[in-house]
């Protein structure tokens, strides 16, 4: 057997003793787990200090780098999204439906586990945790494999989580790390069918058009976030500086970052200047079509068509002047990965078609893309956001973790 079938196998051995937890013993396990991670963060910290230096001498970008960094902040958080799982309700057990048949069986569906979850990340060490937490609270065994930028940082969360389940008399094995980074692992884990019932690929294109192609076990597909603000021609400008300084600069190297401007003509000469001279003091360089470039030659550099569908994760910015809403909706939805839109307008009917129109798993009104996260919509924390549209879309919480079967109750019944 493999080292990666060993992984599996044990695994799918945790996923059965897991379902017999209730709701108290997830929760109370969880919450030790969370005092485990504030207490031994000096350790983890340590770990992830060597991943930093790693990272600075291979000339990884300051954006993910920000994604690898942990500090006390960070530990805090993750400690708080443990916590706001713990105090969600569980899923698992809950009867969605029953009806009784005309021959007198009683038919429903009941939400289960899917079993043993496999997820495949980059550089975010917190995502360890995240999707450690949302996965045993819905019964699931968890089989993840991080990056090589991470591999120290991930080894040290998930050593101390494994050693707060084993403290609680829970199988240690509900969370497992492949901790060797052979590439060659990676394919030999997507074709785990026997032991792993779903893959959910969280990261760059690269990584999730490569799980997608070459996965035999039913994928997830979380996506890329060439995320788009509209500026409409009834925008309070104000409003529109505010929103997308917090959308693209408040952390570049997260997928729910504004990439892309769109903005209305009759707007355009009054906010375009604004919106670029709140840009350029941030050192944020912006790529923008003609009539962009027209109006703030001395900033704005010339777009090609590429730039309108590019994920920068960097102080780069594109921008496009449209005639119409209905130009920036077919632009937007030609050129956006489906993550996450923002119309700014102070127009109800704008909003509404912006609503209706834009095919993109969270649409906005009015706020800032930075808001598509689990933990922001009250999930507590997230395994992805999801740009499909199968089971699951947009943030993914405790629901997108589990699936149903049919419970059948009778009285003797045949089928003759």
Known sequence: MTYIEELGKKARFASRSLIRLGQNEKNNALLKVAESLIENAEEIIKANDIDMDNAKKCGMSEALQDRL?????RFLAMAEGIRQVVA?????GEVISMKKRPNGLMIGQKRVPFGVIGIIYESRPNVTVDAFALTFKTGNAVILRGGSDCINS????????RESLKASGINEDAIALIEDTDRALVKEFMQLKQYVDVLIPRGGAGLIKNVVENATIPVIETGTGNCHIYVDKYADIDKAVKIIKNAKLQRLGVCNAC???VIHKDIADEALPRIVDMLSQNECEVRGDERAYDICPSYIKPAVDEDFGTEYLAKIISAKIVDSFDEAVEHINTYSTGHSEAIITEDYESSQRFLDEIDSACVYVNASTRFTDGFMFGFGAEIGISTQKLHARGPM?????????????GNGQIRE
């Open 69 to 73: 960094k942990l500090n006390k902040d």
């Open 88 to 92: 969600l309700e569980d899923p698992i």
């Open 154 to 161: 991930n080894m040290a969360l998930v050593k101390v989580i």
């Open 259 to 261: 990439e892309s401007l």
């Open 397 to 409: 919480g405790l629901l997108a973790l589990t699936t149903t079967k049919y419970v059948i109750y």
